[in-house]
């Protein structure tokens, strides 16, 4: 766990790293998405997400969402973890209940 002067020197790193992704989406002109643009907001969804890739670039979920619409990118609603963590509590709570506990 982080804690104190740690936790902020980990949130101002993520900070940088996150304006540095921004500034390479931005490079080049401004107004229309280009093709260049698209393609790694593509890259970035699959490997973040389409929530994170928006608070990332600072582009609105619908916009993205079209885009995987049009590139053909299946994006899947959760990441595999949550699937086993929600297995693991079910069975958590069979046991706990079969002994009385609710």
């Not at 949130?11 to 931005?26: D, G, H, L, P, V």
């Not at 970035?44 to 582009?59: D, E, F, P, V, W």
């Not at 899947?76 to 963590?85: I, L, M, N």
Request: net charge positive; aromatic share 16%; glycine share 6%.
């Amino acid at each position: 766990m982080l804690t104190g002067i740690k936790r902020l020197q980990f949130i101002a790193m993520q900070k940088q790293f996150y304006a540095e992704m921004r500034s390479n989406f931005w490079a080049g002109k401004l107004g229309h998405y280009t093709k260049k643009q698209i393609q790694y907001a593509v890259k970035l969804i699959n490997k973040s997400g389409i929530r994170a890739t928006s608070r990332i670039l600072r582009i609105p979920r619908r916009t993205l969402q079209r885009w995987c619409r049009a590139y053909g990118v299946f994006v899947k609603r959760c990441p595999d973890w949550v699937y086993e963590w929600v297995e693991k509590r079910r069975k958590r709570r069979e046991f706990w209940e079969l002994r009385g506990y609710s």
